[in-house]
Every structure is written in structure tokens, then in C-alpha cells.
């Protein structure tokens, strides 16, 4: 019976083993998504959020993640041949590049909720070959803005009035500027005179505006993200509006979307995320495409939906265009038939990219908007905002006799990069702040995990080895009996 006390001692000690090893395993499951997780991801949540003294705040209140706005401008290299009806041809020169400063004034810390204005502002930062006084040559869209309006509006008068009386020359099909005239405050005696006329009207055409944006007289109010941590840095209301003007049906909304430098903590694959872009007026929308590194940290990059860049019926004007073109007319005083596509036509219909020469293939990595997104903290850390700007010259009868023989084309005058991207100082903050304490706390586990293994082991082994002791020694072992009874004498 020796045996059979064995065997059910050996038995008994693997059952306690193999306890031991459950509860290490339970242990394990218990802290790596239980207490110890939750904890991390409420850290993540909080810090995340727009609270005074949080390190998200003082970046989106003031960001020091290094901004720029690169230029690339369409030099027309035959000027003359176009006014006969030919083709125009470009040489694309640039960059041209400017530092971003964007900083924001609180007004107000609610409940939930921040109201503020912003400033942008730019400064030349010279690459070496490109200045600002480079003269270019590109079309007089001063001349093209106020011939649309002549058809549509009363302009249509004073325009024929300056042209008619005017002492300066008139106006010219083609014009020669420096890049910085171009870019943030053109003007030509026609405008001049025309603002003469009708006070309403700017003296400048600005295709740019340097810290003179809407947003920096109007408040802002987006979610804190203190409620619900989803809704970080969303806009409820953008310069004074809760609702994007030129919309039917409140087909492009504000809501929901943030500036692009940061979105909500614990980003999904499977999202859609949702940008609003001033300079053209719209909220785009970006999907999940691949995963990247920056600077050595994981993030999933986002790219632009190709349908957010096609005409919108919802749209209160400028939708007859070809498929890749947006209006931007709307934005212009006086109204101009400005468009944005992306940078060389990508997505575009092929002919508008036909109708012109020397403009470079397009190229998806090039050319499109994306954003590369830390997932736990939603920070962004490389963004690209790429529009493309082209004003649409149609052939004209009448008095306007520099388009009495051109051919109609969506003329592209510049396209721009505005981008951020991560240095080294903030990647090593990223790290100290978020990525040391995970690893941390992975790693405690793990360690937390081995250690309850080896007891579990070393407490298996030593109770086996007692047993078996216990199975040979002990005194509860069963007597022998004789195999046969002998008889005893009557």
C-alpha cells in the first residue's frame, strides 16, 4: 500500500503546484489589464487633457514644436506665347520658407471648455538660394479678380470707368512681382483705382494673411477635454462661428475637428479624424494608411481622403469644376475665381494637368496631406497641410483685350506646405513623460510575473520533495500483513 500513499501524495503536491502556477498567471492578468493599467491609462487620460500646467496645454497654448510654412511658386516662363493662345509654362521655384509662430490668448477656462484668439505670424527664414525680392512672372489675377466681378456684380462700371480714364497704363495680361508682394500684399493701380471707387473694397488682394487672420479678433472655443477626454481640442466654434459659411445642410461642420496638432489620447486604427484647414474653409477628413516611426517613436499615419478635395453639392457656389478642385473664391474681397487642388494636380482630373507645362507629376508622398499620430497621447508628430492655389482665366470679349485670344485654363499660381514636425528636445520629453513610465510599469509586470513563477516553482519542488519524504517516513504508512493466515493449535 506503500505505492498507492505514494502516488496520491505526489498527486496532491502537483495540485498544489499547479495552483501556485494559476494564481501566478491570474496574477499576471490581474496587473497587466487590471489595476496597475488602468491606473497608466487615467495618467495618459489626464495629462492628456487641456488643464493649466499640463505639458498638452502649455504645447497648444504656444506650440515649440518647430512650424513652417514652405512656398512653392509657378515662375510663367512664356508669357507671350500664352497671350497668343498657347499653352503656359512654368518653372517651379522655392522653397520659399517662413517660420510659424502660432500662439493663442486664453479668455476664458469653463467648464469643460476654453475660449481663446489666435495669432499666427511668419517670418522668412532663407533657405540660401530663394529670397523674397525674387521678381516673378505670373498672371494679373488683380485683373482676372476684377473682370469676374464685372460680369456679376455693379463693378462692372467702375472697372470700364478706370480702364477708360485712368492715366496709368492699362492693365496687362501678365504681370512681373516679388514673391512677397505676391504672397501678402498685392496691389496695382487698378486696384488703387478701384478702391477710389468703392471703400469696401481692399487695396491689397491678400492670398496670404500674416498675423491678421479673422481668428485673432474673433474667439475660439473648443472642449478641454476634462469631461470626456474623446473630444480634446475639438472645436465647438471657430472666429465667431459655430457653423461654416457657403454650407447647405450643415454639410461641413467645425465640430469634431481640431487644428491638427493634437486629437484625443488612445487613437484606433479605424477612426476617422477630422481636421479644419482655415485657408480653405472646410473640414477635411483623414483615414488610417500604415504604420510609421518619428524620431524613433511608433505613430500611425493619417492621410487625407481623396473625396474632400472634389466638387460639393452642398456647396453654395463654385461646384461646376473639374474633379480635384475646390472653390476658394468665396474667401477673396472683392470675390475672386480662386480654386485649391492638391500640389501638381495629384487626384485631379488629367486634363487640368494637360493644359499646362513644366508643372512635375504628381507624387503622393509629395503632394498629400497626411498626419503621423502618436496613438496613446494623440500628439501629432509630423504634419503636412498642402494646398495648391490656381485662379481660372477664361477668354473674354469687349474691351478686355489681353483675353480676347487666350486659351482658358485653371491657372496655378503657387502651391504651400505647411508642416510640423518633431525635434529631438520634444522627443526626448515625449519619452521621459510618457513611453519611461510605460516601459516602467510593462516591465515591474513582467518582473512581478517571474517572481511569482519561481515561487510558484521553488514552492512546487520543495513540497513534492516533503511528500515524498513524508510517503517514506511517515508514520501513518499502512502495516504489513502476513500474505497467509497460519492456524492456530486447538
Known amino acids: 500500500m506503500r505505492r498507492r500513499g505514494t502516488a496520491i501524495c505526489a498527486c496532491g503536491c502537483l495540485s498544489t503546484s499547479l495552483l501556485f502556477l494559476a494564481l501566478a498567471v491570474s496574477t499576471f492578468v490581474l496587473v497587466q489589464v487590471g489595476i496597475l493599467q488602468e491606473t497608466l491609462d487615467n495618467y495618459i487620460r489626464k495629462e492628456a487633457t487641456l488643464k493649466p500646467g499640463h505639458e498638452s496645454y502649455k504645447q497648444w497654448v504656444h506650440p515649440t514644436i518647430p512650424m513652417y510654412k514652405d512656398f512653392y511658386i509657378f515662375n510663367l516662363t512664356n508669357p507671350s506665347e500664352f497671350a497668343r493662345g498657347e499653352k503656359p509654362s512654368f518653372k517651379e521655384l522655392g522653397p520659399y520658407r517662413y ?40 498672371i494679373n489675377f488683380a485683373y482676372v479678380a476684377a473682370i469676374y466681378n464685372a460680369n456679376t456684380t455693379k463693378l462692372r462700371d467702375d472697372l470700364q470707368l478706370v480702364i477708360d480714364t485712368s492715366v496709368h497704363p492699362k492693365p496687362e495680361l501678365v504681370i512681373h512681382t516679388t514673391v512677397y508682394k505676391l504672397l501678402w500684399e498685392y496691389t ?63 454639410a461641413n461642420f467645425i465640430h469634431n475637428s481640431t487644428e491638427g496638432l493634437l486629437f484625443h489620447p488612445f487613437i484606433h486604427q479605424d477612426e476617422e479624424l477630422q481636421v479644419f484647414i482655415s485657408d480653405a474653409n472646410r473640414t477635411f477628413h483623414l483615414h488610417y494608411r500604415n504604420k510609421v516611426k518619428v524620431r524613433g517613436i511608433d505613430a500611425y499615419r493619417f492621410r ?20 480635384g478642385l475646390i472653390y476658394l473664391g468665396v474667401l477673396q474681397n472683392p470675390e475672386a475665381p480662386v480654386y485649391g487642388s492638391k500640389p501638381h494636380f495629384l487626384d485631379c482630373d ?82 521621459e513623460m510618457v513611453f519611461t513610465p510605460i516601459k516602467t510599469v510593462h516591465t515591474g509586470v513582467w518582473v512581478l510575473f517571474g517572481l511569482c513563477c519561481f515561487i510558484s516553482l521553488t514552492t512546487g519542488l520543495c513540497t513534492i520533495r516533503w511528500c ?18 497460519q492456524k492456530t493449535d486447538s
Open 99 to 138: 517660420r510659424e509662430n502660432r500662439k493663442k490668448t486664453i479668455l476664458e477656462q469653463g467648464d469643460g471648455t476654453i475660449t481663446y484668439v489666435m495669432s499666427r505670424t511668419f517670418h522668412f527664414n532663407s533657405t540660401g538660394e530663394y529670397t523674397e525680392n525674387d521678381t516673378i512672372t505670373t
Open 188 to 250: 496695382d493701380p487698378l486696384i488703387n483705382e478701384l478702391y477710389k471707387l468703392r471703400k469696401t473694397l481692399s487695396p491689397y488682394i491678400y492670398l496670404q494673411l500674416n498675423n491678421s487672420y479673422s481668428d485673432r479678433e474673433l474667439p475660439s472655443i473648443v472642449h478641454s477635454g476634462t469631461k470626456d477626454s474623446l473630444k480634446t481640442a475639438q472645436f465647438i466654434q471657430w472666429a465667431g462661428l459655430k457653423e461654416l459659411p457657403f454650407w447647405r445642410n450643415k
Open 304 to 323: 487625407l481622403l481623396d473625396s474632400d478635395f472634389r466638387p460639393d453639392p452642398n456647396y453654395l457656389t463654385g461646384n461646376n469644376t473639374p474633379i
Open 350 to 431: 488629367e486634363s487640368l494637368h494637360k493644359a499646362v507645362e513644366g508643372i512635375s507629376p504628381p507624387n503622393r508622398n509629395r503632394d498629400d496631406i497626411l498626419a503621423d499620430i502618436e496613438p496613446i497621447t494623440g500628439s501629432s508628430l509630423r504634419l503636412h497641410q498642402r494646398i495648391q492655389l490656381l485662379i481660372n482665366v477664361s477668354q473674354t470679349s469687349g474691351h478686355f483685350k489681353s483675353f480676347h485670344h487666350i486659351t482658358p485654363v485653371y491657372f496655378p499660381l503657387f502651391y504651400l506646405d505647411e508642416y510640423a514636425t518633431l525635434d529631438e528636445k520634444l522627443a526626448a520629453k515625449l519619452n
Open 468 to 485: 515524498a519524504n513524508l510517503c517514506k517516513y511517515g508514520d501513518w504508512v499502512e502495516e504489513r500483513r502476513p500474505l497467509i493466515l
